[in-house]
């Protein structure tokens, strides 16, 4: 009889689990819905999209029937095309999993209209490739194919310039930019020169899946040949989308070899995040990389890209990390001289606001401030000022006119930044570390402002002070607690009026973290702070929100590359209107928050979690004496010592979870699966009608050798990826027919605890054979769901398989190690191998038990190999050794 405290037990242990998987829910929930609006404007064709094709040779048209070459045009410039006249920088476009080639027409509308409407000298001929749709983004097989193609159509577009060109410009969104850097270090006679820069868009350079060997070697040899871009002289930019980006997050669009690792949060005048399809069509992110594209030209060879890498990476730097001034790169001058007849205003506080209002003036205004001992730097924010050159520094000399400070300057106007603005006005700061000057014995910082700039209302505000008195700090750890429970207030940093710059240094906060900043007196209504989250370790990865009188909070923002370092920590800018006071209130993020960043980073990891565990169930139903609290407490110690103790109770909530979907499938939904999905499919596989798969259907469930000598052969002929889906389905059909036998069992079960009933009671033999059926259902149940998680890996193949079945009934390109798999476990799923697993006593049933253990605690260890993502596909071959063990050993003399 079972006690009251094993009832508790057992209720508190349910709840327990109950409540982590709420809160993992919630996580994904939040990670899927929260983040802005798509704020982006979307590019429009000016004249209708046409394609033209372009051949390449007759072979390799023949072995990629499914791939094509296109040449993008709009308009007259079609016809161009079309007579193969191409005069342009070639640019190629490659679209990513399961993408289009009509994607590319949105960068190369607004690339060929800008050359139009500022009738450049040159323009840039846009390619594209088409690959019917196929599945690259978890299937080496494909992306290999993919690969060879994209190497081929970059020889054959070269071609066309008959020897003028030697290089094109590479754009892969998605799998597309691992095809580019694929298609020169991989292919066959290729190398990196063949392209001068390669521009990724949400290209996932860490993959989130890694389902069979050939995809983990794709990336293998990809990371060991990526050095050989940088030898070339091959300018990289990689580009994500932030927090919309569900599909590839900011930590997998970090490519350690790239030059420019940026997020569109941080793209000067983008400021937007964008989902993985809108990184194609948003306005402001195609237009930073047109005009990036148009400034990296040769202006001297006017049809080429320059081959100067240093001019190139101020191009591309200027446009995608640090725009200083207007929408075209600009070159500054060092050294400018200033005008005679200015007028010079001397700024005395260390904290002041200029502004233009009720002044009549219509000379150029030079605001001077004298450097000096007091602070070490300088922040200097700009509104409404537009001109190129406006700010430097200068030395004073001993004798100065009264009118004039100085009369030359060294240009600092490069170490500027625009910064976003609510208003739509233009707003540039610089923070200035007076340390670190470059220019020796400098007296003065001078702000230039041009008659044109007073045309508008303009302010300008200076802030000196010392930087160790605006860092302000910000530790996660024990906040939690102490918050929750209530012990103490929220901290909050109240700002001094006058001042522009604040920094909050979020000490051990590597998540979320929430923001407040609440005004407390303000002149202007339209006052506006910016805080902007900054990664160290990625400059590119930064985050903007607005606080106003009306919106000031709280706002969550989150790490989006974590990456721990000991001397690097995530940090918050704050621009504030120097005419206000704050208070600034920051704080961890909550735990909904923390749970949904841990699922952006670490969800992969609970397909190795969910194996090791089924695997440590397998254990426990070998042998009946297994110490089941010695599995479960080393298996807590080793969750806890490899930190994955959440992924192990969600894992564990999964699994419970579908075991219960699978009971209620059984039950509600035998018969559909088996006259539906599981006829209907051997009726196309083996070309025969529904009625007589049906019948199929039911001999093979009933005569498992008949299933095996069926089924197996598939693997040969058609896919073996296929055959272990069908295996699963065919299970799941005898599963269906146990239930069917023993339910009359399980029903006499239930009445005999009726008084009324007891005529039906059972003997002793009955008893037992119900506990043996019992035994039985649950070694068929832990069977089941490890076949079914292992099985996952197929479901790349089978889509592939089926895309490409009008080309080929064969699925050649096939994973050996997961064909050979897919034969072992196709065969253990057909035949009864619960007879081996049965629970008994004796020396064969513990040795399999710990062997089967021992492999499932590797597994889980496995989660913290460097990187563990890359061991998804070994578990199929796992599981396979783990059947052929279990079945080798059953065949030994029993003791």
Same mark, same amino acid.
């Given at each position: ?211 069979? =060997? $050939?995809?983990?070697? %794709?990336? !293998? #040899? ?11 002289? *091959?300018? &990289? ?87 200083? =001034? $207007?929408?075209?790169? %600009?070159? !500054? #001058? ?11 205003? *001397?700024? &005395? ?110 302010? &300008? ?435």
């Amino acid at each position: 009889m079972i006690s009251v405290k094993s009832i508790i037990i057992y209720s508190i242990s349910i709840l327990f689990f109950i409540y982590v998987c709420l809160l993992y829910i919630l996580g994904v929930a939040r990670y899927m819905t929260d983040f802005e609006e798509n704020t982006c404007e979307m590019t429009y064709m000016f004249e209708y999209p046409q394609y033209v094709r372009i051949s390449l040779e007759n072979d390799i048209e023949e072995k990629y029937p499914r791939f094509a070459l296109y040449a993008y045009g709009e308009g007259s410039v079609t016809e161009k095309l079309r007579r193969m006249h191409f005069s342009g920088i070639p640019v190629l476009f490659i679209p990513g999993n399961a993408g289009s080639h009509q994607q590319v027409r949105s960068i190369a509308s607004v690339s060929l209209r800008k050359s139009l409407k500022n009738r450049t000298p040159y323009h840039f001929d846009f390619f594209t490739v088409s690959f019917s749709k196929d599945y690259s983004a978890l299937y080496g097989g494909v992306l290999m194919e993919q690969t060879i193609y994209v190497s081929h159509c970059i020889k054959a577009i070269l071609a066309l310039y008959k020897g003028k060109m030697d290089s094109v410009v590479l754009i892969g969104h998605s799998m597309g930019g691992i095809i580019a850097k694929g298609a020169l270090l991989l292919a066959p006679d290729m190398n990196a020169s063949f392209a001068n820069m390669i521009i990724n868009l949400a290209t996932p350079h860490t993959p989130v899946l890694v389902l069979d =060997s $050939g995809f983990a070697s %794709y990336y !293998y #040899e990809l990371e060991n040949r990526s050095g050989m871009i940088k030898d070339a002289g *091959t300018k &990289v930019v990689s580009i994500g989308g932030g927090p919309r980006d569900v599909l590839v997050t900011a930590a997998q669009t970090f490519d350690r070899t790239a030059d420019i690792n940026v997020l569109s949060t941080s793209v000067p005048a983008v400021w937007k995040s964008t989902d993985h399809l809108s990184i194609l069509w948003c306005k402001q992110l195609v237009l930073a990389i047109v005009r990036s594209l148009f400034d990296t030209v040769d202006t001297k060879k006017r049809s080429r890209i320059t081959s100067n890498p240093d001019l190139k990476m101020q191009a591309l730097s200027y446009h995608f990390l640090q725009r200083s =001034s $207007g929408k075209k790169l %600009y070159h !500054y #001058e060092e050294k400018v001289q200033f005008e005679t007849n200015g007028e010079w205003i *001397t700024i &005395v506080p260390e904290q002041y606001v200029w502004n233009n209002k009720n002044k009549k003036i219509s000379s150029t205004i030079y605001l001077t401030m004298k450097l000096s001992h007091e602070s070490d730097f300088l922040t200097i924010d700009a509104t409404n000022l537009e001109n190129k050159d406006w700010l430097f520094v200068c030395i004073a000399p001993e004798k100065q006119e009264q009118r004039k400070i100085c009369e030359w300057g060294w240009n600092l106007t490069n170490k500027t930044r625009i910064l976003p603005d609510p208003l739509d006005r233009t707003r540039r700061t610089v923070d200035l570390d007076l340390k670190k000057i470059d220019y020796p014995n400098v007296t003065h910082v001078v702000v230039r402002i041009t008659p044109h700039d007073l045309e508008k209302y303009l302010t &300008v505000s200076f802030d000196s002070y010392f930087y160790e008195s605006r860092v302000e700090s910000a530790n996660d750890k024990f906040m939690h607690l102490t918050y929750f429970l209530g012990f103490r207030e929220y901290d909050f940093v109240k700002t001094a009026k006058g001042s522009i710059r604040y920094y909050v240094t979020l000490l051990n906060i590597m998540d979320a973290v929430v923001i407040e900043v609440k005004s407390l007196s303000c002149i202007d209504k339209k006052q506006h702070a910016i805080v902007e989250l900054i990664e160290p370790w990625n400059m590119g990865a930064i985050q903007s929100r607005f606080f106003t009188n009306t919106d000031d909070g709280p706002k969550t923002m989150k790490i989006q590359t974590p990456y721990e370092h000991p001397n690097q920590t995530a940090r918050l800018r704050l621009t504030l209107d120097p005419e206000c006071l704050y208070e600034i209130y920051v704080q961890p993020g909550g735990i909904i928050d923390k749970i949904s960043c841990r699922v952006r980073d670490r969800w992969p990891l609970l397909y190795i979690v969910i194996i090791s565990l089924l695997l440590l169930f397998l254990s426990a139903r070998i042998h009946l004496d297994s110490d089941i609290m010695t599995v479960i407490i080393v298996t807590i110690m080793l969750s806890f010592y490899l930190n994955i103790i959440y992924e192990t109770y969600v894992a564990l909530c999964i699994i419970g979870l579908s075991a219960i979907g699978v009971c209620f499938a059984i039950i509600f939904l035998g018969s559909v699966i088996e006259h539906g999905i599981v006829a209907r499919l051997l009726s196309r596989v083996i070309a025969y009608t529904d009625t007589w798969s049906n019948y199929f259907v039911r001999t093979l469930v009933e005569v498992p050798f008949l299933m095996t000598i069926i089924i197996l052969p598939l693997n040969f002929a058609i896919c073996g990826a296929l055959t272990m889906i069908i295996s699963l389905l065919l299970y799941f059909m005898k599963l269906t027919r146990m239930y069917e036998n023993y339910l009359e069992q399980l029903l006499m079960a239930s009445l005999q605890h009726f008084k009324w009933f007891k005529r039906f009671k059972r003997s002793r033999n009955e008893e037992s054979n119900n506990r043996s059926t019992s035994e039985n259902v649950y070694n068929h149940l832990v069977l089941f769901l490890l076949f079914s998680f292992t099985a996952i890996p197929a479901i790349p193949s089978v889509l592939v398989w089926a895309k490409n079945f009008s080309y080929d009934k064969r699925l050649t390109t096939e994973d050996h190690i997961l064909f050979l798999s897919w034969t072992v476990l196709a065969t253990c799923v057909t035949f009864d191998i619960t007879k081996c697993i049965s629970r008994c006593k004796g020396m064969r049933s513990l040795i399999l038990s710990n062997m089967v253990r021992l492999l499932g605690w590797i597994i889980l260890s496995l989660t913290a190999a460097p990187p563990p993502l890359f061991y998804h596909y070994c578990m199929p071959p796992i599981v396979a050794l783990v059947m052929i063990l279990t079945v080798s050993i059953s065949f030994l003399k029993s003791d």
